[in-house]
Nanobody, 127 residues
Framework: QAQVEESGGGLVQFGGSLRLSCVTSGNTMRYYPIGWFRQAPGKEREAVSCIQRDGSTYSADSVKGRFTISRDNDKSTVYLQMNDLKPEDTAIYFC?????????????????????WGRGTQVTVSS
C-alpha cells in the first residue's frame, strides 16, 4: 500500500529555518501531486503548500515568501523549506497524496483532495 512519511520537524527559535521532507513509496506516487498541511491544537487542518506533477506550486498567503515547496522525483521526496518561522507556524505538519484516478489538470490544494496521509512531524517555534 502506498504511503507517505514526514520528517524534519523540531524546535526552532523565532526567525529560524527548518526543512521538512515527505518521502513517498511506490514507483508511481513519486509523480503525484503532493500537499503539505498543518494542524495546530484546536484548529482544522489547513493547506500550506502543494506541488503538482508538472512542478507548479501553490502556497497559502500566510507562508508566501517564507516557505518553498519542491520535489526530487529521483528521491521520491517532496521538501518544504521553511524560513523566517513565526510562533503561529507551530503545528503538526502532514504531507498528503491523492489516490487514483488523478484529475487531468491541477489537483486543488484542499484537504479533501488528499487521501493518503503520514503521521506528521511536529514544528514548534519559540518566541
Amino acid at each position: 500500500q502506498a504511503q507517505v512519511e514526514e520528517s524534519g520537524g523540531g524546535l526552532v527559535q523565532f526567525g529560524g529555518s527548518l526543512r521538512l521532507s515527505c518521502v513517498t513509496s511506490g514507483n508511481t506516487m513519486r509523480y503525484y501531486p503532493i500537499g503539505w498541511f498543518r494542524q495546530a491544537p484546536g484548529k482544522e487542518r489547513e493547506a500550506v503548500s502543494c506541488i503538482q506533477r508538472d512542478g507548479s506550486t501553490y502556497s497559502a498567503d500566510s507562508v508566501k515568501g517564507r516557505f518553498t515547496i519542491s520535489r526530487d522525483n529521483d528521491k521520491s521526496t517532496v521538501y518544504l523549506q521553511m524560513n523566517d518561522l513565526k510562533p503561529e507556524d507551530t503545528a503538526i505538519y502532514f504531507c498528503g497524496a491523492p489516490k487514483p484516478p488523478l484529475p487531468l489538470g491541477a489537483m486543488p490544494c484542499r484537504r479533501e483532495s488528499f487521501k493518503t496521509w503520514g503521521r506528521g512531524t511536529q514544528v514548534t517555534v519559540s518566541s
